[in-house]
């Protein structure tokens, strides 16, 4: 039978060697393979394996080498996923200082609903001053920051590598924009060249907790102070797995990692699903002003991938109630995310980036908070166009996250979890990380950074605008259908000042605001 053929084949190769001495070397072959042939027979914990010894095996080698074969081969420059071959190549381009214009038109069916795109000008803006950042910090804030408009979205040292984190830290240095440090704390490889940092605090308090895992305030004001951290993110919840926390296993917390975080070496790190310093709207907003205070008066801002809708609203009921402010708020999209995340929580949980950020930007706007506390967009972003269209939703900066693993040398192999990142960016394995070269990576995130706002800015002055603040929903058209579009501002709705305080009725979410309470985030029945 056809599935013992191996038997047979294997047995005739090694005997061939009595008639033709010259190919006995090769028993160092034929023997061993021989053996592993007689092992699947008689093993039961693989069927396939049992029932076609050895032959099987072929179908785990073709398993294993499908991913690369598939994007290397197979796919068109448009159909990979997460990100298409042709956003990796922008990336990789713009981070090598490559040429990054692309010949003889569009790839995009301009007719399908994968095209959307920016009113032009027919007296585009001549010279606008590039130099404009985004003062980051209202009134309560007396250490306010000047943000980029691009910046290194969350992660932390133990997701990322030691070498990854550095590259990524002195290539914000040398750009001029910030380094988010992912909930995973203020490593000292984040420290190491002195890049703007914004210190991510999520449930575990990881770099400031105290032997219980609860929030230490001492220990965050001795770090908090340091003059390269520029701002404080209150982590909420993020896009890849929102809802959901996360474990750290034992094995993997090594001693840095365990410096870093405040936990016992070689035991599991645990992030909670729920922070334990706040319980109600009300006390977050409360908590985020004394660490206002803790870091010396530096901005204090959330990060949260929106779910329900009411909760948003809560969180705008409480500043009013209580007349304190955020500094700032990002919005990460569910299509957002650098680790692992359960399949569950990261195919089906969380709001997209544009309908979450269309909704945080209305409920800002709806409440007249909107020129007092900013709005960041992080999710999937990569390109000047991506950054526009995040301007026109009500976007103040962006950041990204996946896209700076590319210009780090990233190649989608997707196996950020297992430890065995190919290019030594998401692994903790030295031998893995020694291929990533500190130096000539940091350039790389540099000129990506540099490039993408260069285009963010050359499409608003196509555009016939001041600058990149002034994108409005209606500059921003989508097709509905191959006969039919429109501007954004007709397909989405964007809320006047001021509309949730004077007629909240009159709104399509008046429901959720009915719902939301200062002193609880859940939903008043």
Not at 446 to 474: E, K
Request: glycine share 10%; hydrophobic share 40%.
């Amino acid at each position: 039978m056809l599935r013992w053929i191996a038997f047979p084949v294997l047995i005739a190769l090694a005997a061939a060697t009595a008639w033709w001495p010259p190919a006995r070397w090769t028993l160092a072959a034929w023997v061993p393979l021989l053996l592993l042939t007689l092992y699947d027979a008689v093993q039961r914990k693989h069927s396939l394996r049992r029932n076609y010894p050895l032959i099987a095996r072929i179908r785990w080698l073709f398993e294993a080498l499908r991913p690369f074969l598939y994007s290397y081969i197979v796919e068109s420059p448009l159909e990979g996923r997460p990100f298409a071959r042709t956003e990796r190549d922008l990336v990789y381009a713009r981070a090598k200082g490559d040429l990054d214009a692309h010949p003889f038109g569009t790839e995009l069916d301009v007719y399908s609903d994968e095209y959307e795109w920016m009113s032009h000008s027919i007296a585009p803006k001549h010279d606008p001053d590039r130099t404009q950042r985004v003062k980051v910090g209202g009134a309560q804030c007396s250490r306010p920051y000047d943000a980029a408009l691009l910046n290194i979205s969350a992660m932390s040292f133990g997701s990322l590598g030691a070498n990854a984190i550095e590259a990524l830290n002195l290539g914000a240095k040398l750009g001029n924009f910030y380094h988010d440090t992912g909930e995973g704390g203020f490593s000292p490889y984040h420290a190491k060249y002195g890049g703007d940092i914004v210190w991510e605090l999520g449930s575990g308090y990881f770099g400031c907790r105290d032997e219980a895992g609860r929030f230490d305030p001492a220990r965050f004001r001795d770090r908090a102070q340091s003059e390269q951290v520029k701002m404080v993110e209150i982590k909420l919840s993020q896009g890849a797995k929102p809802g959901h926390g996360g474990v750290l296993p034992g094995p993997k917390v090594s001693a840095e990692i365990a410096a870093t975080r405040g936990v016992p070496e070689g035991q599991d790190c645990i992030s909670p699903a729920a922070h334990s310093a706040f319980a109600t709207p009300i006390e977050m907003i409360e908590w985020a002003a004394k660490l206002r205070e803790l870091s010396g008066g530096k901005p204090v801002g959330i990060k949260l991938c929106v779910g329900q809708p009411h909760e948003i609203y809560a969180v705008m009921k409480a500043m009013i109630e209580t007349g304190i402010r955020l500094d700032y708020i990002v919005v990460d999209g569910a299509e957002g995310g650098t680790g692992a995340a359960p399949v569950e929580f990261s195919n089906r949980v969380g709001m997209p980036l544009r309908e979450g950020l269309i909704f945080v930007r209305n409920a800002l706007v709806g409440c007249g908070l909107k020129e007092e506390i900013k709005l960041a967009a992080s999710g999937k972003v990569h390109s000047g166009a991506g950054l526009a269209t995040n301007c026109a939703l009500g976007a103040d900066w962006s950041n990204a996250a996946r896209a700076f693993m590319f210009t780090l040398g990233c190649v989608q192999s997707l196996k950020c979890h297992t430890d065995k990142c190919p290019t030594g960016i998401a692994t903790q394995d030295p031998g893995r990380q020694r291929g990533l070269v500190v130096a000539d990576k940091a350039e790389r995130v540099r000129r990506f950074q540099a490039a993408t706002v260069s285009a963010l800015w050359d499409l608003s002055c196509a555009m016939g605008l001041d600058n990149p603040w002034a994108i409005r929903p209606h500059h921003l058209h989508e097709r509905l259908n191959s006969a039919r579009s429109d501007s954004i501002d007709r397909i989405y709705k964007f809320y006047d000042r001021g509309v949730l305080l004077g007629d909240p009725d009159s709104v399509s979410s008046a429901r959720y605001w009915a719902m939301a309470r200062a002193n609880s985030f859940r939903a008043a029945l």
